[in-house]
């Protein structure tokens, strides 16, 4: 069932249990101005009408085994107080009942929207251009090299690559970030997003049911399926507590009398308010609410938890181990330092380093070629020579320019002073002449700091695992304060060392990895939670991750275990809350000290107050 039906569903069913609840009710009024028979099918007339569905579900689940439940709980209850002539009673006890289940269905939705809401990204059509006129089609007839046309105010409805036009796309239903993102010819266009002005023509990559937009609506709808351990403890408590329950109503209805010698109309009176205030709906509800709730306040930060069971792991950190380069850095390499030589100008430098490297893609040349930021004239460039792992050497115009490390300039027999420099050092000779050096370097992006910061205040270990060399690990790691760095690691390298920080963690807590996810699967796999980080368009994080951080803020992981912590101290209010007023209830049941009126809004009133307990978990 979409959305949209569910929606309508729900409401048409919470029209019809207010409209039960006024009908009852009236009936109900109306019964006491009468006496005798009369009086009887009147209040019966009421009792059915608010209670019948709760009756037809407990025969229901009679005939398939699931004998003990809130619904046998009640029919036996009421009927036994029709048995006993306490007729208003069993129909208040109906009415409350589905008045206490219509503001618990309330909260269900309003939680439920809230996921969607922010999830508010399935498309509905996807514009076709057929004979100079857009035609709007299902995503799902769309194919891959297909061309579609997105204008303002539309969701893109698929991934594919810019052909034409340009416009400012909002990912905030994605990523949790208002910051808008310009798109023109070449970018890739990420399904979910929102065109808020401009025209863009895109050429599909990817079929919808393989579309970012699928892959993340998928994760939220099973999101709610993966169970938490306290989950599984409420299913397990219902199991047992409902038929010691029953037995114990039973025994109160038989046990007494025959030794006290009263009447047995007080005692099963006694025993029917009992099984009422018994009902353990507060915990059935509340708690997985509490979780649901929890994954969309989440999810609004652009933070997707794939369940309930991670937000448990999540709540109760030893160590986060991190990569280093686009998780905590930037991934994008940029000139930091320019020095010439032998009374060559920065210029010139730059201007060399960026020749000599026209040719290559490697970050490295990309970033020198940005810091140059001219055109580059290939006519004037030949002979064009690479030395793996060395560098570049080329002929510009008549002079020979070498780019590379020390190693090439050994090679080359180039006098040159070598430099212990953070980063990557690119020396540049010209003519056999050393002209000067650049150093390239990977930016630590801006809430790094803060989120190593947050993450020791609240008492969690820092590590790094890099492949990158000694010297930026170790700079990186000083810079940001982190505990432990560890570089020059294969993807293996980290799995192993992964495997040790998880043998030397403390027994109950969990370790987390938060990496890019493109190289970093396998260790996202093995630690007790990984967290993929900027994962919008990433198939591989999204589906190696337990936790998908859908933009590149790293400061979003302390985030996300103070709303599992948040959300995990909800959970537990509520199962202590529950318990404990069931508790003082059913013994004050027991020696009579409880009505049935008193009861039903023991059992109401808690379920409703866990309920919007569990709803503060929405708000982050």
Avoid at 27 to 44: E, S, V
Avoid at 276 to 292: E, H, Q, R, T, Y
Wanted: hydrophobic share 45%.
């Amino acid at each position: 069932m979409c959305d949209h039906e569910h929606h309508h569903h729900n409401s048409q069913k919470d029209k019809t249990r207010i409209f039960r609840i006024i009908v009852s009710l009236t009936i109900f009024a109306a019964a006491f101005q009468f006496g005798g028979t009369a009086a009887l099918i009147m209040f019966a007339a009421a009792y059915f009408i608010a209670g019948a569905d709760v009756l037809y579900k407990a025969l229901l689940h009679i005939k398939t085994g699931k004998l003990f439940d809130e619904n046998f709980l009640m029919g036996i209850a009421t009927l036994g107080a029709f048995a006993i002539k306490e007729y208003p009673e069993a129909v208040m006890v109906m009415v409350l009942y589905q008045i206490g289940e219509y503001f618990q269905d309330l909260a269900v939705e309003k939680s439920r929207r809230s996921i969607t809401e922010l999830m508010d990204i399935r498309p509905d059509y996807a514009n076709v251009e057929t004979e100079g006129k857009l035609v709007k089609k299902s995503p799902s007839e769309i194919a891959v090299g297909d061309e579609i046309v997105v204008t303002s105010g539309e969701k893109i409805p698929l991934d594919g690559i810019v052909v034409s036009g340009s416009a400012v796309v909002d990912t905030s239903a994605l990523t949790g970030e208002s910051a808008p993102r310009e798109l023109k010819t070449g970018d890739e266009a990420i399904s979910g997003c929102i065109n808020t002005n401009g025209y863009l023509k895109i050429k599909v990559q990817k079929e919808f049911g393989e579309s970012t937009v699928s892959k993340i609506l998928e994760l939220v709808e099973h999101a709610a399926g993966k169970k938490a351990k306290a989950e599984n403890f409420i299913t397990k408590f219902a199991r047992y507590y409902t038929p010691i329950v029953v037995l114990g109503a039973v025994i109160l209805a038989v046990v007494p009398p025959l030794v006290t010698g009263d009447t047995f109309n007080i005692w099963i009176f006694r025993a029917l308010t009992f099984l009422v205030i018994s009902c353990p709906c507060a915990l059935v509800i509340s708690v997985p609410l509490g979780f649901f709730a929890g994954l969309g306040g989440a999810s609004r930060q652009g933070i997707l938890i794939k369940g309930s069971n991670y937000m448990e792991l999540l709540s109760r950190p030893d160590t986060v181990i991190f990569d280093k380069t686009g998780t905590l850095t930037k991934g994008r390499f940029e000139v930091v330092k320019t020095i010439p030589a032998n009374g060559y100008t920065k210029e010139q430098v730059i201007e060399y380093a960026a020749y000599a490297e026209n040719y290559s893609n490697h970050p490295i040349a990309l970033s020198l070629k940005k810091a140059y930021g001219k055109e580059i004239d290939s006519s004037k460039i030949s002979n064009v020579e690479e030395f793996a792992g060395k560098g570049v050497k080329i002929k510009l115009d008549s002079e020979y320019i070498a780019a590379g490390n020390a190693a090439l300039m050994d090679k080359l027999d180039i006098k040159y002073t070598p430099v212990d420099e953070t980063g990557t050092v690119v020396y540049i000779a010209k003519g056999g002449v050393y002209t000067g050096y650049v150093v390239i370097a990977d930016e630590v992006k801006e809430d790094s700091l803060q989120t190593i910061s947050e993450l020791k205040k609240a008492g969690v270990k820092t590590v790094i695992l890099t492949g990158d060399s000694e010297s930026a690990a170790l700079a990186a790691a000083e810079k940001l304060g982190v505990d432990k760095v560890y570089s020059k690691l294969l993807p293996a390298d980290k799995v192993e060392k992964t495997e040790e920080i998880l043998n030397a963690k403390t027994n109950d807590k969990s370790v987390i990895f938060a990496g890019d996810g493109i190289n970093d699967a396998p260790v996202l796999t093995r630690a007790d939670i990984g967290i993929a980080m900027g994962a919008l368009g990433s198939d591989a994080a999204i589906e190696a991750a337990d936790v998908v951080i859908m933009d590149d803020k790293p400061s979003k992981i302390p985030a996300a275990v103070k709303i599992a912590k948040r959300t995990m101290n909800i959970v537990k209010q509520n199962i202590i809350f529950a318990i404990g007023v069931k508790v003082v209830f059913l013994a004050l049941g027991a020696v009579g000290l409880m009505t049935m009126w008193g009861a039903v809004f023991a059992d109401a009133g808690v379920a409703l107050l866990a309920v919007l307990n569990s709803l503060r978990a929405l708000k982050v």
